[in-house]
């Protein structure tokens, strides 16, 4: 062989461990670079040259820079952190909430419900002491009113988790894009087969770590073969690269599909679109990572007002409606024993008038073209109970209604059928109301059993409708079955009159289970209440009741000083139908003490009678704290004592909050495990560095010492021939 040649020899051994030199200067560069991934040189041979008495080496070249890595290894890594940004998230978020609701009985609500039946304690003892009464409306009022901040503190939670949903759902955006870059950039760069792009693939691990911390997404790379650290690979070339989430594809290689944010009254959830193009709901899908975790504390099912009814935020504000749905209902029941000279409730279901001209208009019209019912009016029987005058059944008739019948139409139909009863339907202020007919005053005698084609559904008037199917939806506070009595008294005091009413959203006698049943309970005449033989100083003597613009009414019918209340309420009707209230609102948003009380609270009053002596109110109301009532929680009924049921709710949350604590600490033990041996075998050693460092450079200055003595026997072969 020349010399020459072993020039050229050496020259590929100064290029190979310049390049090795760069690797390893590269590797210490990014030393403290936690998305690098440490990077070796392959050292191959060059084809040798035949020669007797044997093949001699013509140099050697880089044939791979490869990265040290694991890919099993990598993936417990990015998951456990996954993991590890769940339970944090959950974490922060569970403990400022419980900093609301601290797991104590000297303070927070637990106090502000203590110190309100004090003030009824209080009372009790000095019913007639005005300034006894300013203490206890002060109470009940900071009771309300940390109930409602409550509320609002779980609200501006709930506004700041859509608000970090939205940032995090724009920046897992960014990323599917970056990383369909990446792909693409990658398949490029190793479209030879012998390249392999270091830098871009550990760009891509940062973006598929961060992405899994925040979505926990499913990511598929196939054909890809591993190796230890001392082999020549250890990533080989994808065949295939997907990123999925529940089931829908994010990444397919360079393809990306955007993740699409729905808002729902102010709370984003997540959303795919197929490839037909229309978006489906993954939102219950998303369970781990950053964006899991805020949905598992917000939830992602809404009412209409915005709230949450699952997760976290939801339960508690469902608990915190439920306590004071209670309390409201609870002691307003109690309240409506209050005898006052007659009655208005508070219900207000917002019921449709129909105007005289368009009574002649199909009842399909009425909703498609007119857009004045609620809701479409089908084909069907309305199935109508007659009652004699004690209030005894006596038939039921059908009459078939047609979504092509009118509003006239209907009411001929069902006055061809009841005529002889001596009633009839007629359209009245808007409604529908069936009147006697010699005076068309509101009559007991004919109550709906079924609105089998939903007219008065359509209408919304609920007085139809049965109890059971309106109790949590157009009821602002729920009723139970049970029973109540009306009575009637004097100026003395005295009761002049009582009448059983029973409740039984159960029964498929409308008299039991609809408002206009209720009524008719009420409204029946000869009825002997006080078992006296005297039919004329009996309840429907003294008062009519009726449900006038979607209000429950009693109002007297003689002139006598007379005064109506309640008792014995085990169905929570006055409650239910706000009778005389002590409370006003429905739930943690708007509970409050009556208007009329806090403006004046002398009116107050702590008796049953009209006598101002009378304590039974307040001594009721104080007894309610040892009583187990019904909390109405997402339709499950619970039934505790507001203190048991308070604490339930506190517990809960300190209890799931204690959890989430313990997880997330089990969970950051195993990452810095799993972490440790990733960055043992990915991440850059200085000392391992430093020790190839040398070892590149003496093979550096070796091959240097070889060019050098080939140079000094070429200088000695010219000066022979000379």
Not at 60 to 71: D, F, K, L, P, Q
Not at 307 to 322: C, Q, R
Not at 401 to 427: A, F, W
Request: glycine content about 6%; proline content about 2%; cysteine-free.
């Amino acid at each position: 062989m020349a010399i020459s040649t072993a020039f050229g020899t050496a020259l590929t051994g100064l290029k190979a461990h310049q390049s090795a030199i760069d690797v390893t200067s590269n590797n210490i560069s990014n030393a403290s670079n936690p998305d690098y991934v440490r990077e070796r040189t392959v050292f191959s041979s060059l084809n040798s040259v035949n020669s007797i008495p044997g093949d001699i080496g013509i140099g050697v070249e880089i044939t791979s820079i490869y990265r040290i890595t694991n890919t099993f290894l990598f993936n417990r890594f990015i998951s456990t952190s996954a993991n590890l940004a769940n339970f944090d998230t959950q974490e922060k978020y569970l403990k400022e909430i419980s900093t609301y609701f601290p797991d104590v009985t000297d303070n927070g609500l637990y106090k502000d419900i203590e110190e309100f039946f004090n003030a009824w304690q209080t009372f009790a003892s000095n019913p007639n002491d005005g300034a006894v009464k300013v203490d206890l409306a002060s109470k009940t009022q900071a009771l309300a009113d940390n109930i409602k901040t409550l509320k609002g503190k779980l609200e501006d939670i709930q506004k700041s988790i859509n608000d970090s949903l939205n940032s995090k759902l724009t920046e897992a955006n960014n990323i599917i894009k970056q990383i369909a870059n990446l792909n693409k950039e990658i398949t490029a760069h190793e479209a030879n087969n012998k390249s392999h792009a270091n830098e871009l693939r550990d760009k891509r691990d940062a973006l598929e770590k961060r992405l899994k911390e925040l979505l926990d997404v499913k990511i598929y790379k196939s054909g890809i073969s591993s190796k230890d650290a001392q082999g020549e690979v250890t990533t080989g070339y994808e065949k295939d690269y997907q990123i999925s989430l529940g089931g829908y594809p994010l990444v397919d290689n360079s393809t990306y599909h955007p993740l699409n944010i729905k808002s729902i009254i102010g709370n984003p959830l997540i959303t795919v679109e197929k490839q037909d193009h229309t978006a489906v709901n993954i939102t219950f899908s998303v369970k781990g990572g950053e964006i899991g975790a805020l949905l598992n504390i917000r939830g992602n099912e809404f009412n209409k007002s915005g709230n949450p009814t699952n997760g976290v935020l939801g339960k508690l504000m469902a608990s915190l409606d439920s306590l004071a749905n209670g309390i409201i209902r609870s002691v307003n029941s109690i309240y409506s024993y209050s005898a006052q000279e007659s009655v208005y409730s508070t219900v207000n279901d917002k019921t449709i008038s129909i105007p005289k001209s368009l009574s002649d208009k199909t009842l399909d019209s009425l909703y498609n073209m007119y857009h004045i019912f609620n809701t479409p009016v089908t084909d069907g029987k309305i199935t109508l109970s007659l009652y004699d005058a004690q209030g005894n059944y006596n038939k039921d008739i059908s009459i078939d209604v047609k979504k092509s019948d009118s509003i006239d139409d209907v009411i001929n139909n069902v006055n061809n059928k009841i005529s002889s009863e001596g009633v009839e339907l007629k359209l009245i202020n808007g409604q529908l109301k069936f009147v006697n007919s010699s005076d068309s005053s509101e009559t007991s005698k004919v109550l709906v059993k079924d609105d089998g084609h939903s007219l008065f559904r359509a209408i919304n008037q609920i007085e139809y409708l049965p109890l059971n199917k309106i109790n949590t939806t157009e009821l602002p506070l729920p009723l139970k079955n049970g029973n109540f009595d009306i009575v009637v008294y004097n100026d003395n005091g005295d009761v002049i009159a009582k009448r059983n009413i029973t409740v039984n959203m159960d029964s498929n006698d409308p008299r039991y289970s609809t408002i206009e049943g209720i009524l008719a309970q009420i409204n029946t005449p000869a009825t002997d209440d006080n078992n006296d033989n005297n039919l004329n100083n009996d309840i429907d003597d003294y008062y009519q009741a009726s449900f006038l613009n979607g209000k429950f009414v009693l109002s007297r019918k003689s002139d006598e000083n007379t005064y109506i209340g309640l008792e014995k309420d085990t169905a929570d009707f006055g409650g239910a139908f706000g009778i005389n209230k002590f409370f006003d609102g429905t739930n943690a948003s708007n509970i409050q003490l009556r208007k009329e009380f806090q403006e004046d609270p002398s009116l107050i009053r702590a008796s049953k009678t009209p006598n101002s002596g009378d304590n039974t109110i307040a001594n009721s109301v104080l007894q309610l704290q040892y009583e187990k009532i019904s909390f109405y929680v997402n339709d499950k009924i619970q039934n505790n004592t507001i203190y048991e049921f308070y604490r339930g709710l506190t517990t809960d949350l300190a209890n799931q909050t204690q959890i989430v604590s313990s997880k997330k600490e089990s969970t950051q033990t195993l990452l810095t495990s799993i972490s440790n041996e990733y960055y043992g075998l990915s991440g850059v050693n200085i000392d391992e560095e430093l020790i190839n460092l040398e070892k590149f450079q003496r093979g550096y200055q070796a091959n240097a010492k070889v060019i050098t003595t080939i140079n000094q026997m070429l200088d000695a072969l010219f000066n022979i021939k000379q």
